[in-house]
């Protein structure tokens, strides 16, 4: 990261905005703090969490290790902290976006995303099918992540299951749920060879990302394109 986001000059616009802590998983004698990895296991290396001020997990940063992409999930967080206070506060309007925040960034398992959605009560029509739309995108992103996605099989299985699910269900519709969807497609269809699946996960990744896009992926995705 140090020739990436902590190089870039929007880093230090970024570290106004949250408390910056950088742990070294090195051993140093003394360090309080040597055993933060283990606590907050974020599977990757580097790997970079956001905390509250208790210190308790938030969520895994499992986006590219850019600055644009710190601020997208740091200020949807900034935003749903917004709505939590609102609600707590007797404002029970915040209770829906609130949700759909929580949904957008895949805090919830898919029944306690259900089981919050029963407490609104009726809903509008618009409000019932960007939900819907949300509770398939949070299976796609639940299945991402109970699964082992680090080993080459893992990565498979789990690509399996998603293409499967995304068949019948249909494809990811928020941000959120299309970044974590299409980059493991995309290392599916080199695995597997499939032209075809891997173009169509290129062009989904860019559009998901926009600006954001870390543009080596896409070099080294095109370059395995065309030696297929």
Known sequence: MEN????DKAMKKFGKKVVLFCHISSRVDGDPHQDLKAKRDTGGFPGLVFLDASGELLMEHNDNRRVMSFDTYADSLIELDKHQVALKGGDLAAAMPLL???????????????????????LSTSDARRLDELQRDLKIV????SNDVRS???RTETAR???ELTKSEGLPKA????????PLIASHAVATSDKKLLKAAIK???KAYGKSIDERWVKEQERKLKKM
Do not use: C, H, P
Not at 4 to 7: E, L, P
């Open 4 to 7: 990436g986001a902590f190089s």
């Open 142 to 145: 639940n299945l991402i992540r």
């Open 175 to 182: 941000g959120m749920a299309q970044r974590e969807y299409w």
């Open 100 to 122: 759909i925040q929580k949904m957008e960034l895949g805090l919830l398992r898919d029944a306690a995303a259900a089981e919050e959605r029963a407490k609104l009560g009726t």
């Open 161 to 163: 299951k998603l293409l």
């Open 152 to 154: 080459a099989a893992g």
């Open 204 to 206: 989904a990744t860019k």
